[in-house]
């Protein structure tokens, strides 16, 4: 090798570094921006975070990596493309879902391509249904099946390039898991203003007895009640004062907050999964069991599983691409 090739090829990869190295601190950046802006009150709050962050994206990456695809969402590969089928009832509601995406701006370094990339994601339904089954050259009716469906069709991350669709998704997984985080943190803020009402309303109630013990209370309910009522109010807001220490303590502040974040950041497979999802339909859209001889066209996709219980059913595709006009 030639030392001119040498250097211009050690100067590449000093490139790629720094530029990925750029790249992890602006998602740093991002990840506290999305949380809690103050986050970077915290003495060296990049060193902190940027371990978790740098964890993420790398998972980020090997989610993507299970993604099927890219189909060729064509509205004349509709008869012969057994996702499409499924997931679209007509080429017409292709061509409408596609032609509904928006602009996607052209890259600078390349032609101009009506092609275009992007995830597309839906909800899978099931429903049990009664319907006809061929078994060989019997045809069977008011079947037990299982329908299914797929619903609420979006595109995500739609993008010129196919490169670029996967960068703009690690973004994506960023910014839900910090979603998480932010929800864990409100949900903390949240307890501890319930917590300080609920010990607030008791403070009234027990001043309240207090100041008529002596008084028209006892006729009602004679003193050992009212006693035993007032330690009763008594312990419950020991209980509460408590928990909203306990809750505050667990919230705490911008260092605290920053913990929440680099905790769920650092171990994103316990909030963010990717599973494959592969379904034998037959042309009704009926499942089909493995062992069956009914025809069925098997399906591959995958399915983004959130902590929350979200289920998005998810392909690559690339498309035609069609500009409105200016």
Same mark, same amino acid.
């Given at each position: 090798?030639?030392?001119?090739?040498?250097?211009?090829?050690?100067?590449?990869?000093?490139?790629?570094?720094?530029?990925?190295?750029?790249?992890?601190?602006?998602?740093?950046?991002?990840?506290?921006?999305?949380?809690?802006?103050?986050?970077?009150?915290?003495?060296?709050?990049?060193?902190?975070?940027?371990?978790?962050?740098?964890?993420?994206?790398?998972?980020?990456?090997?989610?993507?990596?299970?993604?099927?695809?890219?189909?060729?969402?064509?509205?004349?590969?509709?008869?012969?493309?057994?996702? =499409?089928?499924?997931?679209?009832?007509?080429?017409?509601?292709?061509?409408?879902?596609?032609?509904?995406?928006?602009?996607?701006?052209?890259?600078?370094?390349?032609?101009?391509?009506?092609?275009?990339?992007?995830?597309?994601?839906?909800?899978?339904?099931?429903?049990?249904?009664?319907?006809?089954?061929?078994?060989?050259?019997?045809?069977?009716?008011?079947?037990?099946?299982?329908?299914?469906?797929?619903?609420?069709?979006?595109?995500?991350?739609?993008?010129?390039?196919?490169?670029?669709?996967?960068?703009?998704?690690?973004?994506?997984?960023?910014?839900?898991?910090?979603?998480?985080?932010?929800?864990?943190? =409100?949900?903390?803020?949240?307890?501890?203003?319930?917590?300080?009402?609920?010990?607030?309303?008791?403070?009234?109630?027990?001043?309240?007895?207090?100041?008529?013990?002596?008084? =028209?209370?006892?006729?009602?309910?004679?003193?050992?009640?009212?006693?035993?009522?007032?330690?009763?109010?008594?312990?419950?807001?020991?209980?509460?004062?408590?928990?909203?220490?306990?809750?505050?303590?667990?919230?705490?502040?911008?260092?605290?907050?920053?913990?929440?974040?680099?905790?769920?950041?650092?171990?994103?497979?316990?909030?963010?999964?990717?599973?494959?999802?592969?379904?034998? =339909?037959?042309?009704?859209?009926?499942?089909?069991?493995?062992?069956?001889?009914?025809?069925?066209?098997?399906?591959?996709?995958?399915?983004?599983?959130?902590?929350?219980?979200?289920?998005?059913?998810?392909?690559?595709?690339?498309?035609?691409?069609?500009?409105?006009?200016?």
């Amino acid at each position: 090798m030639k030392i001119t090739e040498f250097l211009a090829g050690l100067m590449e990869h000093r490139r790629d570094a720094r530029k990925a190295e750029e790249g992890l601190l602006a998602a740093v950046e991002t990840a506290a921006a999305l949380v809690d802006p103050k986050i970077r009150w915290v003495s060296d709050y990049r060193r902190k975070l940027t371990p978790a962050v740098a964890r993420t994206l790398e998972y980020a990456d090997e989610l993507i990596a299970k993604i099927p695809g890219p189909v060729d969402a064509h509205p004349e590969r509709w008869d012969h493309d057994p996702v =499409l089928r499924a997931v679209f009832s007509s080429p017409e509601e292709l061509l409408l879902t596609f032609n509904s995406c928006p602009d996607v701006p052209e890259p600078l370094a390349a032609p101009a391509d009506p092609r275009r990339y992007a995830l597309l994601t839906m909800t899978r339904q099931e429903r049990s249904v009664f319907g006809v089954q061929l078994e060989g050259d019997i045809v069977r009716r008011d079947v037990a099946r299982t329908a299914v469906n797929f619903v609420d069709l979006r595109l995500v991350a739609p993008a010129a390039m196919e490169a670029e669709t996967r960068e703009h998704l690690r973004g994506r997984a960023l910014a839900v898991l910090c979603a998480t985080a932010m929800d864990r943190i =409100l949900a903390l803020r949240s307890r501890a203003q319930e917590l300080g009402e609920q010990r607030e309303l008791l403070q009234i109630k027990l001043k309240i007895r207090e100041s008529g013990r002596n008084g =028209l209370s006892v006729l009602m309910c004679g003193s050992k009640a009212c006693d035993a009522e007032m330690v009763r109010a008594q312990s419950a807001l020991a209980d509460i004062t408590r928990e909203i220490a306990a809750t505050k303590a667990e919230l705490g502040g911008p260092a605290e907050c920053l913990e929440h974040v680099r905790r769920i950041l650092a171990h994103p497979e316990e909030y963010l999964r990717v599973e494959p999802l592969r379904l034998r =339909l037959s042309p009704l859209g009926f499942k089909v069991a493995a062992e069956s001889t009914e025809p069925a066209a098997e399906l591959e996709l995958c399915e983004f599983k959130v902590r929350e219980g979200l289920h998005r059913a998810a392909v690559f595709v690339h498309f035609t691409h069609r500009r409105t006009p200016a």
